[in-house]
T-cell receptor, first 113, second 117 residues
Framework: DSGVTQTPKHLITATGQRVTLRCSPR?????VYWYQQSLDQGLQFLIQ???????AKGNILERFSAQQFPDLHSELNLSSLELGDSALYFC????????????FGPGTRLTVL | AQTVTQSQPEMSVQEAETVTLSCTYD???????LFWYKQPPSRQMILVIR??????QNATENRFSVNFQKAAKSFSLKISDSQLGDAAMYFC??????????????FGKGTKLSVKP
């Protein structure tokens, strides 16, 4: 158990819908990262937050957004969902903004039908 | 841009034998870290081993060790005395060191390891 929690575990929805994925980092970790794992793209970095502020952006679509709240939990919002958004979404946390070791949550499996 | 390449999509090893998974990376940075992550069928990402680029000594964690060749930008993982529970997808990953503006991991495509009893 990494100490990072993600909800829900599984999510099945339809095209065009909007969903919210939630992540709670390890106790004391200030940095949260979101990654997407799909068969064709592999593991890709989406976005990073540090202590409530956006720190870095990766290959995140404009239809996707995220935020980190004062209690440090984070939410990833995916809207206007397409079939290609079906993937495993991981949240990871680390102690600092540039701290090198990241601990991953169990992931949320999103299926878009 | 930094890239990580794993040239072996699949590997197989006999139980109790040794296997080596390959990884090469490309970077112009001098300060960075390298990792091997294991992803079993449960899909959980588990950190196996880490290597600091400034350290010459190869990292070791029990049956897992790395061969870090900085000049060649090579970072292979050796698993000794392979066990059935080692069967998983293994990802090589890179991250910039302190001072980088981006703290995200860059992953290779992965190597699927099968362990035969």
């Amino acid at each position: 158990d990494s100490g990072v929690t993600q909800t829900p575990k599984h999510l099945i929805t339809a095209t065009g819908q909007r969903v919210t994925l939630r992540c709670s980092p390890r106790s004391g970790d200030l940095s949260v990262y979101w990654y997407q794992q799909s068969l064709d793209q592999g593991l890709q970095f989406l976005i990073q937050y540090y202590n409530g502020e956006e720190r870095a952006k990766g290959n995140i679509l404009e239809r996707f957004s995220a935020q980190q709240f004062p209690d440090l939990h984070s939410e990833l919002n995916l809207s206007s969902l397409e079939l290609g958004d079906s993937a495993l979404y991981f949240c990871a946390s680390s102690a600092g903004a540039n701290y090198n070791e990241q601990f991953f949550g169990p992931g949320t499996r999103l299926t878009v039908l | 841009a930094q890239t990580v390449t794993q040239s072996q999509p699949e590997m197989s090893v006999q139980e109790a034998e040794t296997v080596t998974l390959s990884c090469t990376y490309d970077t112009s940075e001098s300060d960075y870290y390298l990792f091997w992550y294991k992803q079993p069928p449960s899909r959980q990402m588990i950190l196996v081993i880490r290597q600091e680029a400034y350290k010459q000594q190869n990292a070791t964690e029990n049956r897992f060790s790395v061969n870090f060749q900085k000049a060649a930008k090579s970072f292979s993982l050796k698993i000794s005395d392979s066990q059935l529970g080692d069967a998983a997808m293994y990802f090589c990953a890179y991250i910039r060191g302190y001072g980088g503006s981006q703290g995200n991991l860059i992953f290779g495509k992965g190597t699927k390891l099968s362990v035969k009893p």
